[in-house]
């Protein structure tokens, strides 16, 4: 038996809380580290929260680096170990 005309209302004030709280913040930096250590030592990890949600990068902090990225695709191929 299908139900029809279910709605569901989303409280955005709530979600972008919860987007922005500390506890996904931590969440998002510890998977920032991870990817930066499985990619090797030479990557910086920036945690923020901007306007409606926490981000953060992981980037290459030299030249060495953003060359093992772009010839071995070092840090992308890092991504599984942020799961």
Same mark, same amino acid.
């Given at each position: 038996?299908?139900?029809?005309?279910?709605?569901?209302?989303?409280?955005?004030?709530?979600?972008?809380?919860?987007?922005?709280?500390?506890?996904? *913040?931590?969440?998002?930096?510890?998977?920032?580290?991870?990817?930066? *250590?499985? /990619?090797?030592?030479?990557?910086?990890?920036?945690?923020?929260?901007?306007?409606? $949600? /926490?981000?953060?990068?992981?980037?290459?902090?030299?030249?060495? +680096?953003?060359?093992?990225? +772009?010839?071995?695709?070092?840090?992308?191929?890092?991504?599984? *170990?942020? $799961?």
């Amino acid at each position: 038996m299908a139900i029809k005309d279910v709605r569901i209302k989303l409280n955005s004030t709530g979600i972008v809380r919860l987007l922005q709280s500390p506890e996904v *913040a931590r969440e998002l930096e510890s998977r920032g580290k991870r990817i930066a *250590a499985a /990619a090797g030592n030479k990557h910086d990890v920036n945690a923020t929260v901007n306007r409606d $949600r /926490a981000v953060v990068f992981v980037t290459t902090k030299d030249t060495a +680096a953003r060359k093992a990225e +772009a010839e071995q695709r070092r840090l992308s191929k890092a991504i599984d *170990a942020g $799961r």
